[in-house]
Structure formats: C-alpha cells, structure tokens
C-alpha cells in the first residue's frame, strides 16, 4: 500500500512558476514508475509528465514539454514538478499517482495509487 500527498499548489500569475511535491509512504517507494496528472473544471483527466523508477526516463505531455520537468528522490520518497512559464492554461487540480511498473506509462487507469489532488490556479 502506497499514500500519496500533494503540496505546493496555489494561486499564481501567468508566467510564474510553482513546484509540486508529492511525498510518499512506504518502503518500497523506488519500486513505483511516478506520474503527475490533472484535471480542469468539466475536462477529462490528463496526462502531464511520469518518471521511472530510477529517474532514467521521462516523459511529458506536449503542452507542457520545456515547461515543467519531473523529478524525485528516491531517499526521501519525494517527487516534484517544477512547473515554469504557466499559463492559464495550466490551471487544474494536479495529482500525483504512483504505478508498479519498470518503464513510465501514460495511462491513468493503469496506476495503482492516487493522491488527494492539489489546486493550481494561473491568473491572467
């Protein structure tokens, strides 16, 4: 079992920035392909950006390539995502969702655990 807890959201104007973090239970944290997805009021949940388990391989959703960037730190069951540039665009509750796996994935409906979603907010 797994526990994930989002922080670092909030409100922030268009070209600001913010980092997401996302702490984890557990002792088997490093066993578990991390992926940060979100969803906008009446719009589906998205992809955003996943890392594998030893941060070798990432991935991003094109609307967010060179933008934000995805990392973790296994020693302290945390994963992050800086989050530059944002756009009103961006504005979503985030989730941080944690999948056992060997290589990244994409899917939402393929990881395991979820957590409780943080707000961000980009004012024009």
């Known amino acids: 079992q797994v526990q994930l807890v989002e922080s670092g959201g909030g409100l922030v104007q268009a070209g600001g920035c913010l980092r997401l973090?996302?702490?984890?239970?557990?002792?088997?944290?490093?066993?578990?392909?991390m992926g940060w997805f979100r969803r906008a009021p009446g719009k589906e949940r998205e992809f955003v950006a996943a890392?594998?388990?030893?941060?070798?391989?990432?991935r991003y959703a094109d609307n967010v390539k060179g933008r934000f960037t995805v990392s973790r730190t296994n020693a302290k069951n945390l994963v992050y995502l800086q989050m530059n540039s944002l756009k009103p665009e961006d504005t979503a509750v985030y989730y941080c969702?944690?999948?056992?796996?060997?290589?990244?994935?994409?899917?939402?409906?393929?990881?395991?655990?979820w957590g409780q979603g943080t707000q961000v907010t980009v004012s024009s």
């Open positions: 969702a944690a999948v056992l796996a060997t290589s990244i994935v994409a899917t939402p409906g393929t990881y395991d655990y």
């Open positions: 890392i594998s388990r030893n941060s070798g391989v990432t």
């Open positions: 973090s996302c702490a984890a239970s557990g002792r088997t944290f490093s066993s578990y392909a």
